[in-house]
């Protein structure tokens, strides 16, 4: 039906010496989304920052095992600035660079050496319109970013990362500081999003994972306990810890 | 019982507003003050003629301030000159390059820095960056500076290492702590976020520092920068000692000034009649008054970051 883009296997991850993924496997399908939840402290959020290499900034911090994007094992690659290209990332909290929403959305195409100014505003629209907020800043787009409110800070985000077109979007509890009617907002848009690219979403909001994934995968303690279509997990998990999480019963 | 506490929490309350209010009457008497002793010297030379005349004859009792203010801008700028890169670079690599270990011996370096007297900068400044300038920086600055048509006239005279260079060499050590500390702590302020989804766009370190970082602190080490101005216009012993005490204007850096600070430092005990000393209470209002400035200047671009 759709293809794999990504194949994580038996991926360890170490803090130091302590152990925080166990042995993950989970495949990620191509134009759909994906969602990791699970009680906090979990990995979900530290097994994303895996998939774009976050944790090179720090030190102290092992892989082990293959995360393979286009058969790739993305952690072996050399050229993160080419990788972090290819996997873009929306945070928790809004994240707009000290500059206008022009240059903001710009920004990846900068690093890239896209210079055509042209070509720059192009790709500036059309990522804009994909992140459904061109028509609240087609007339101010040399303003500061940071003048938008939280919601549109937060699709300014998405637009800046969709405008390199990464081949996937990791979102990291995207909508935990937006309020309820910027929430909806964003996860209409993540299903629109799929057609273009493939979502990995982090989410503590079990009913937004049921609401906009295809799949969920359920971690527990580092390691992942179920992973399967979204329905089948909400309707009929096979795991007990699974059932017990969904329904409310610890978490 | 309760009573008795109420009367402590009111007397408390009192002493507190007393205490405080000191500060501000200290401030507004000193205004006062400078502004009483500067009258006469007010009445006889008026406000734009004395900033802008550059004559300051004791003998002929004719005086004006423009060559102390000169002085005083023109130390205090070349010293910002200095001390701005290298306090930005320094910062930058506290902060975000230095090894972890490292980074607390260098901050308290640099706090060291501001920690020693400023007549120690102005004995260094004259026994050995002084001779220094001289003999080896000032006649290779001429070297390269003389054929240049217009930059020559910055350069001209004879290098003696007394001179308005010298001073903005020495001010800008003394302010490098300022811009530093105020600067590494903006630097702190930036999100942990905002600088991952820098990296998460792929930017290198550096991208990163300069799209980031640096337009994120922008109002953070702007106001820095004119707290250390301020600093730099008043700092008087530094400066005595290595900028020679002449009341003419010079373009040449490398000729001898003085500042409103320096005047004062030198001449109080020479001024023997009431003009004399008045022009110098005049000179020191203005010095007030440019530091104050200054502050507001700092306060206004603080308070507008922290929005």
Redesign the interface.
């Known amino acids: 039906m759709s293809d794999v883009l990504i194949e994580v296997k038996h991926l360890n991850f170490y803090y130091g010496s302590v152990k925080v993924l166990k042995d993950i496997n989970l495949n990620v399908e191509k134009n759909n989304i994906t969602a990791l939840i699970g009680p906090s402290g979990c990995g979900k959020t530290t097994f994303l920052r895996c998939f774009n290499r976050m944790h090179d900034l720090y030190k102290g911090n092992r892989y082990e095992g293959e995360i393979l994007l286009n058969g790739e094992n993305l952690l072996k690659t050399q050229d993160l600035i080419a990788l972090r290209s290819k996997v873009g990332m929306v945070f928790q909290k809004p994240t707009p660079f000290p500059m206008s929403i022009f240059d903001n959305v710009a920004y990846g195409l900068k690093l890239k050496g896209i210079k055509k100014k042209s070509e720059v505003e192009d790709i500036v629209e059309r990522s804009l319109m994909q992140a459904a907020l061109w028509d609240e800043v087609k007339d101010k787009l040399s303003s500061p970013a940071t003048s938008l409110s939280g919601g549109q800070q937060q699709r300014l985000v998405i637009a800046r990362a969709l405008a390199v077109e990464p081949d996937i979007i990791l979102f990291d509890e995207p909508t935990s500081a937006l309020d309820p009617i910027a929430t909806a907002k964003i996860e209409e848009l993540l299903t629109h999003l799929k057609d273009i690219t493939t979502i990995l979403i982090v989410t503590h909001n079990m009913q937004q994972a049921a609401r906009v994934s295809e799949y969920t995968a359920f971690m527990f303690q580092g390691e992942l306990i179920e992973f399967d279509r979204t329905e089948k997990i909400f309707t009929n998990p096979r795991e007990e810890l699974t059932e017990k999480y969904i329904t409310g019963r610890f978490g | 019982m309760d009573s008795s506490v109420y009367l402590k929490d009111k007397l408390f309350r009192r002493l507190g507003l007393f205490s405080s209010l000191t500060i501000i009457i200290i401030c507004i008497l000193m205004f006062v003050v400078l502004f009483i002793y500067s009258y006469p010297a007010i009445k006889q030379f008026g406000v734009v003629h004395f900033i802008l005349s550059d004559t300051w004859n004791p003998v002929k009792k004719v005086f004006g301030g423009a060559s102390a203010i000169y002085g005083t801008i023109t130390t205090t700028l070349l010293a910002l000159f200095f001390a701005i890169p290298l306090s930005v670079g320094i910062a930058i690599f506290i902060t975000q390059l230095c090894p972890e270990k490292l980074k607390s011996y260098f901050s308290n370096a640099i706090e060291l820095l501001a920690s020693i007297p400023s007549i120690i900068y102005g004995m260094w400044g004259l026994f050995t960056l002084a001779p220094i300038m001289r003999i080896y920086v000032e006649p290779l600055l001429q070297k390269i500076f003389l054929p240049i048509p217009y930059v020559r006239y910055l350069f001209t005279g004879t290098p003696l290492g007394i001179d308005l260079l010298t001073a903005g060499v020495v001010l800008s050590i003394m302010i490098i702590p300022f811009i530093t500390s105020i600067a590494r702590d903006t630097f702190e302020l930036v ?1 942990k ?2 600088k ?9 370190k550096w ?1 990163m520092i300069k ?2 970082i640096l ?2 602190s ?1 109002v953070g080490v702007l106001s820095g920068i004119i707290i250390a101005a301020g600093r730099a216009l008043g700092e008087t012993m530094a400066v005595a000692f290595v900028l020679g005490n002449d009341h003419n204007i010079h373009l040449s850096l490398l000729k001898s000034s003085t500042t409103i600070s320096v005047t004062l430092a030198n001449e109080f005990t020479e001024a023997d009649f009431r003009l004399y000393i008045s022009s110098l209470f005049y000179l020191a209002f203005i010095l007030f008054i440019m530091s104050f400035t200054a502050l507001g200047i700092a306060k206004f671009f603080l308070g507008k970051m922290r929005k």
């Open positions: 999100p976020e905002l991952e989804s820098a990296y998460a766009m792929g930017a290198t991208e799209d980031v337009p994120y922008r």
